[in-house]
């Protein structure tokens, strides 16, 4: 049975800092592609940033320079950790991890196992 689990979510003032946490487990890890998602209310789910099994990393334009992704296969735990919090960061961050899929790019598509969701809450 799959789980990820996050962790790390909370309330922050614009400025602030926070660093996501998800723990999996029932996957072999170092062959799973990792992301991070978020959903805000009313919008779609959208990818934050990704990890591939090689370790190379996509972030999407919004985060750039804001956010760092990473993981550690040792502990089969992938990190996001997100500076500079802008209230439009709002939102619940969710955690995937996918299979790549022959001429499909990685990180398109609801696809693969996904964690319960840790809210993200960026307000003064």
């Known amino acids: 049975q799959v789980q990820l689990v996050e962790s790390g979510g909370g309330l922050v003032q614009p400025g602030g800092s926070l660093r996501l946490s998800c723990a999996a487990s029932?996957?072999?890890?170092?062959?799973?592609?990792m992301g991070w998602y978020r959903q805000a209310p009313g919008k779609q789910r959208e990818l934050v940033a990704g990890v591939d099994s090689g370790g190379r990393i996509t972030y999407a334009e919004f985060v750039k320079g804001r956010f760092t992704a990473s993981r550690d296969n040792a502990k089969n735990t992938v990190y996001l950790q997100m500076n500079s919090l802008k209230p439009a960061d709002t939102a619940v961050y969710y955690c995937?991890?996918?299979?790549?899929?022959?001429?499909?790019?990685?990180?398109?598509?609801?696809?693969?196992?996904w964690g319960q969701g840790t809210q993200v809450t960026v307000s003064a």
């Open positions: 995937n991890a996918r299979l790549a899929r022959p001429g499909y790019p990685i990180w398109v598509g609801e696809i693969g196992y």
């Open positions: 029932g996957i072999i890890f170092s062959v799973a592609n």
